[in-house]
């Protein structure tokens, strides 16, 4: 078994931070990508940024120059600073990780249950 758990959503004042963090556990062999989606209501879920295990990022353009991505390999961890939020930013975010587990040859897609963002006065 694999988990992906996130932590570090919660309310902000528009222009405020938070940093989302990510941890996998488990039977896990090794950790490609590594990455951030999110699902406001009503719309489908859509990329905000993804690190692969060389350390290249790739972000969406909403998110480009306020928000950024890293990982820590050694503690299977993925974080995300976000600054200058938006309204707009307000959204369930997900934990993403493509992973190899002790079960299985093939490197599949994982997801974390979500945390909560909300930007608003």
């Known amino acids: 078994q694999v988990q992906l758990v996130e932590s570090g959503g919660g309310l902000v004042q528009p222009g405020g931070s938070l940093r989302l963090s990510c941890v996998a556990s488990?039977?896990?062999?090794?950790?490609?990508?590594m990455g951030w989606y999110r699902q406001a209501p009503g719309k489908q879920r859509e990329l905000v940024a993804t690190?692969?295990?060389?350390?290249?990022?790739n972000y969406a353009d909403s998110a480009k120059g306020r928000f950024t991505v890293s990982r820590d390999n050694a503690k299977a961890m993925v974080y995300l600073q976000m600054n200058n939020l938006k309204p707009e930013d307000t959204a369930v975010y997900y934990c993403?990780?493509?992973?190899?587990?002790?079960?299985?040859?093939?490197?599949?897609?994982?997801w974390g249950q979500g945390t909560q963002v909300t930007v608003s006065s």
């Open positions: 993403n990780a493509w992973m190899i587990l002790t079960t299985g040859w093939s490197e599949l897609a994982y």
């Open positions: 690190i692969s295990r060389l350390v290249s990022t």
């Open positions: 488990g039977s896990i062999v090794s950790i490609g990508s």
